[in-house]
């Protein structure tokens, strides 16, 4: 690597992570880059997964919030410490991702030597498999989704690859980014707030890829809790299409949202009891009349 001395910050939001936050920082600090801060971002868990890792990882810097402030707000506060710290690059990581030892050089090499890349992510896999869960995607404007893509061997012939949308799991991200496009929007909760921060980067002139050379393993702790998570997809996902959509896509939009409402009430009249049809209506109904179930 040419220049070992970028100082880089790595924020790990932890709630209530006490299953998978030992073994992210573990791996962590196996990381072969001579330069950074973990800055590990409590939003108020009560498992006792904080108090853990303050006793096996000294070496982290420990921030505690009075509450969820949710994964914008919560990320927030860690971004603000290391830009006051004077970090060249903040890497954003879940704290249910175990990331390879060369993830971190590899990135800030790339970065280093593309000038015009505000944020990159490494390749990330599901759990122990080898299946992608994030290698880049794209925003579908027309049908309110974003799209998964797969790597190609076309695609890793310069160690990287432009994409539409950088996952929140684990990006890394420049700090003139922050300078130019601001901080996470707080208005999400939970969800889309990664796709936005994408594209407000992407208006602010910056570029977004992936590098395959680059690992990270993600063992999804969201999948435990389904119905909260279906609820947070749908309500910031509305409230991303209601932001970030161009004038003449706005009345498409509108009519999309409207055919979906009638969608889940006919699957509702089927299945009156399904949990998962319930929390998207509630979903729709909570962004309508403006309300976000905070947990």
């Known amino acids: 690597m040419k220049n070992p001395s970028c100082k880089v910050n790595i924020v790990i939001l932890n709630y209530n992570g006490k299953d998978v936050l030992k073994k992210c920082l573990a791996s962590v600090f196996r990381l072969d880059y001579p330069d950074f801060e973990v800055v590990v971002v409590d939003n108020d868990s009560k498992d006792g997964s904080l108090e853990e890792a ?3 990882f000294s070496r982290a810097t420990f921030i505690k919030n009075e509450g969820n402030l949710g994964f914008s707000a919560g990320n927030n506060v860690g971004i603000k410490y290391s830009l006051e710290k004077q970090a060249k690059y903040v890497l954003l990581l879940n704290n249910d991702t175990e990331v390879e030892r060369n993830m971190l050089s590899v990135l800030i090499d790339l970065m280093e030597k593309q000038k015009g890349i505000g944020i990159m992510s490494p390749r990330i896999v599901r759990g122990d498999s080898e299946e992608s869960w994030f290698s880049g995607g794209r925003i579908d404007w027309m049908r309110m989704k974003t799209v998964h893509e797969e790597v190609s061997s076309e695609k890793t012939r310069e160690g990287f690859f432009e994409t539409g949308f950088i996952s929140g ?3 890394l991200i420049r700090r003139e980014v922050f300078a130019k496009a601001g901080l996470l929007d707080e208005d999400f909760f939970l969800y889309w707030e990664d796709v936005d921060f994408s594209v407000r980067a992407q208006r602010a002139g910056f570029k977004l890829a992936v590098s395959p050379l680059s690992k990270v393993r993600h063992f999804e702790k969201s999948e435990n809790f389904l119905e909260s998570k279906i609820y947070w997809l749908v309500v910031s996902g509305l409230f991303f299409f209601k932001k970030n959509s161009k004038c003449y896509l706005r009345p498409w939009i509108s009519f999309y949202t409207a055919m979906r409402k009638m969608k889940n009430r006919m699957d509702i ?8 049809f319930l929390a998207v209506s509630k979903a729709y109904d909570d962004f309508k009349n403006n309300i976000r179930q905070k947990t």
């Not at 009249?269 to 998962?276: E, L, N, Q």
């Open 169 to 171: 799991c684990a990006m």
């Open 54 to 56: 303050k006793n096996g």
């Open 269 to 276: 009249r089927k299945k009156p009891a399904d949990a998962i």
